[in-house]
């Protein structure tokens, strides 16, 4: 039984993967390496968490019941120590997440199994850096937590039934609908098939086939589609869009895996979207 959660990352994912977990009942401390991050990602929390309340979405007792569940730190290795479940939810960085999966292996009690909430790095990437190859798999969520009912439970060629079977049976406890994949491959389900719409825009824009504004046009009004591809990358972010590919083409080392090379100019001019105020479409004019 799943007693106390442990979230290491306190940025927007991993905050609210964290608030998830408090609101379903569980005991959750969320990790992060800079003390800074930890007030605003609680601020950030309790704004969207009023907002809910204020539209009848949750009751207020609830919310308030939730923040007394979770808490904050910088101490790895103490708050591993107390977790019966580690989601991992830093940067996708290969090394990083290696790094931390020996800290944690080390720290966290026998038992307790250390899920990355990773889209494209496989779990097999980092099950030996842990020393328990068999409690490691993906758990990726998809953004905002708080809101998306999916997440997808992503075996590797060591994962255990028994993992598998507790991480399913979590999922469905923090209200989540698990997509369960047998076995890795890059990107999973959900962001393949989005992926695949991606690619096919942006070169669709990129041989001038159309405007991005008309492509994402198209998707909303003809597909149904809540916003359109080029929206989408802003608001999930064009550095995340980019680091997304490089990581697939990492794995692959297949040169059709290499990012949009209009992707690659938003990339590199700092563009990344709805944070930055700029991305394929300029919020600060909207």
């Known amino acids: 039984m799943v007693e106390r959660i442990l979230v290491v990352g306190a940025g927007a994912m991993g905050s609210q993967i964290g608030m998830v977990a408090a609101l379903a009942g569980i005991d959750t ?122 997440v997808e439970v992503v075996r590797g060629p060591e994962t255990s039934d028994a993992t598998v079977a507790t991480t399913t049976a979590l999922a469905e406890r923090l209200g989540k609908t698990p997509v369960v994949l047998n076995r890795e ?8 098939l989005l992926w695949a719409i991606r690619e096919e825009a942006l070169r669709m824009y990129g041989d001038g086939i159309a405007s991005y504004q008309d492509i994402d046009a198209a998707a909303r009004e003809a597909l149904g589609h809540p916003m359109g591809p080029f929206e989408l990358m802003d608001l999930v972010g064009n550095d995340v869009a980019y680091r997304n590919k490089i990581a697939v083409y990492e794995q692959t080392g297949d040169e ?23 991305g394929w479409y300029d919020y600060d004019s909207r």
């Open 185 to 192: 491959i890059p990107g999973f389900v959900a962001n393949r």
């Open 256 to 278: 059709a895996e290499l990012p949009h090379p209009a992707l690659v100019a938003l990339y590199e001019k700092g563009d990344y979207g709805r944070k930055t105020g700029k």
């Open 29 to 150: 401390t969320v990790q992060d390496v800079s003390a800074e991050q930890l007030p605003r990602a609680e601020a950030q929390l309790r704004d969207r968490l009023a907002g809910q309340v204020a539209k009848g979405r949750r009751t207020q007792e609830d919310v308030d019941a939730a923040f007394a569940r979770l808490r904050f730190t910088t101490e790895l290795e103490t708050a591993a120590a107390a977790a019966d479940y580690v989601i991992e939810a830093a940067i996708e960085r290969i090394d990083i997440k290696r790094e931390l999966f020996a800290r944690l292996g080390a720290a966290a009690p026998a038992h307790a199994i250390l899920a990355t909430n990773s889209s494209t790095i496989p779990s097999s990437e980092l099950a030996d850096a842990s020393g328990r190859a068999d409690r490691v798999c993906n758990l990726h969520f998809f953004m905002p937590p708080l809101v998306m009912r999916a």
